[in-house]
């Protein structure tokens, strides 16, 4: 596509509930990062991927977040038994083979009431 | 690890006038990209301006351009002949080169041009 695509763009969800936000990246860019951008602060790295796999997950804060590539193009970002600290604006970026321009989606805020 | 700060939470300019943001940062790598990326309120992360370490001269992108100070660890951006359309916030951000893939950013800078 022409950009990054991250859908829904709003979710609430009751606390405990299960989410999926999803990120379809740019054509062709072979890396894939989630952050996590909380009110007033800026993002923090939780997980990326290079190609199909995760090469790096240190940030997801707990067992309860999860991403997936499956093919290695639209990715899957999972978060089990919700918290409401959970809540925040969930940002996906792709780059190319280069892997230093990184592009944006629009987010997706998720509440957690 | 590397850390950013943006000392300034807020800033203001007028319309036409030159606006400083100012970044620091601190790595023990000598390779490295730095950024800053605009963040409107669609909250799309826009990248502005890159500079690459090893680079010495100042990177410049028609109004915006940047005082990348290695030694100090310091990286600002300028923007000049401000526009309403340039009001968002604004984020520093640093990458290392060949090391770990992830960008760390600063905690922003809201920047409002008035009228």
């Known amino acids: 596509g022409a950009g990054v695509s991250q859908t829904p763009s709003n979710k609430v969800t009751e606390k405990g509930k299960y989410v999926e936000l999803r990120c379809d990246p740019i054509?062709?860019?072979?890396?894939l990062y989630w952050y996590r951008q909380s009110l007033g602060q800026g993002p923090e790295f939780l997980i990326y991927f290079q190609g199909t796999g995760a090469a790096d997950d240190s940030g997801l804060p707990n067992d309860r977040f999860f991403a997936v590539r499956p093919e290695g193009s639209v990715s899957t970002l999972k978060i089990q038994r919700t918290e409401r600290g959970d809540s925040a604006v969930y940002l996906c970026?792709?780059?190319?083979?280069?892997?230093?321009?990184?592009?944006f989606g629009q987010g997706t805020r998720l509440t957690v009431v | 690890a590397q850390t950013v700060t943006q000392s300034q939470p807020e800033m203001s300019v007028q319309e036409a006038e030159t606006v400083t943001l100012s970044c620091t940062y601190d790595?023990?790598?000598?390779?490295?990209?730095l950024f800053w990326y605009k963040q409107p309120p669609s909250r799309q992360m826009i990248l502005v301006i890159r500079?690459?370490?090893?680079?010495?001269q100042n990177a410049t992108e028609n109004r915006f351009s940047v005082n990348f100070q290695k030694a100090a660890k310091s990286f600002s951006l300028k923007i000049s002949d401000s526009q309403l359309g340039d009001t968002a916030m604004y984020f520093c951000?640093?990458?290392?080169?060949?090391?770990?893939?992830?960008?760390?950013f600063g905690k922003g800078t809201k920047l409002t041009v008035n009228p």
């Open positions: 970026a792709s780059s190319s083979l280069d892997r230093v321009d990184a592009f």
């Open positions: 790595t023990s790598e000598s390779n490295y990209y």
């Open positions: 500079q690459e370490a090893y680079k010495q």
């Open positions: 951000a640093f990458i290392s080169q060949g090391g770990s893939e992830k960008l760390v």
């Open positions: 054509s062709g860019h072979t890396a």
